[in-house]
């Protein structure tokens, strides 16, 4: 009687164990599937819009602007501009490179770092860096935008008030200028700027006048300087972020913005 008593017992540990085995496999699984996954979660693109995509690619490339025939003491400038740091997510990112070209040389007018965003409040934003230290051994670097991976957009120096805000016209262009008049800068010697920008898939129009600090108009022109894509059937060099693969908008399309 007591063997069988004892043999009973053994027998409801045995499956009291078990069932507590089951339930507690059920109890993990279930967490699991309802728990979200940190490993396995795919990673989203930025949400850059649109306008925002297309626009930074017809900044990207190289442009000219020829001496009017009829102003002999006007100089021909170029244009390059490149995307670099594609993987950021925090806007768009190029290297914009400003160049007078003179008898003998290439004379550097600027040599900036452009991050384009979304305005929330609509349109498109375009924040001005310039480089720490000596900007020159980036010269020409946008044949090779790989070599600014050698620094980040922490050490760049910020261009306070100097923000320029485009807006899409109903004929496919962006223009816009800068916002208000407080942007202070060391840019050509001046102690404020003004910019004006149109951006189209084979033209930019681009204008900048420095001011002193009395107020007096030292270097550029009211009027915008018209800058011709140099080679209107080449690729793109922008790439979608996160990936080496091409976005999927038409580089010359002009369509008209959608309402």
């Not at 996954?37 to 990207?60: G, K, Q």
């Not at 965003?117 to 310039?130: A, F, V």
């Not at 129009?205 to 270097?219: K, M, N, P, Q, T």
Request: contains cysteine; charged residues 25%.
């Amino acid at each position: 009687m007591q063997e069988g008593q004892l043999m009973k017992n053994a027998l409801n540990r045995r499956l009291t164990t078990r069932f507590t085995k089951t339930v507690l496999a059920v109890s993990c699984l279930l967490l699991a599937t309802c728990a979200p996954s940190l490993v396995e979660a795919p990673e989203e693109l930025p949400p850059f819009s649109d306008s925002l995509v297309r626009c930074t690619r017809w900044l990207d490339g190289s442009f000219s602007h020829d001496r009017p025939s009829d102003d002999a003491g006007a100089s021909r400038m170029e244009m390059n501009q490149a995307r670099i740091w594609p993987s950021k997510t925090d806007g768009i990112w190029l290297y914009s490179e400003l160049l007078v070209v003179e008898a003998d040389r290439k004379r550097v007018m600027h040599q900036l770092i452009y991050r384009a965003q979304d305005d929330p409040s609509g349109g498109i934003l375009i924040d001005s860096y310039q480089f720490p230290g000596d900007p020159s051994r980036f010269t020409g670097a946008w044949r090779d935008p790989a070599l600014f991976d050698r620094m980040d957009s922490f050490m760049l120096k910020a261009e306070t008030g100097c923000a320029m805000r485009l807006r899409r016209m109903a004929g496919g262009t962006f223009e816009g200028a800068t916002l208000g008049a407080n942007c202070r800068t060391s840019r050509g010697g001046a102690a404020r700027l003004h910019e004006t920008l149109t951006v189209g898939s084979l033209e930019i129009l681009y204008g900048v006048e420095g001011f002193d600090a009395e107020g007096r108009s030292i270097f550029g022109a009211r009027e915008p300087l018209a800058f011709t894509r140099r080679n209107p059937t080449e690729e793109p060099r922008s790439i979608k972020p996160g990936t080496d693969e091409p976005t999927d908008l038409k580089m010359y399309n002009m369509d008209p913005p959608s309402e």
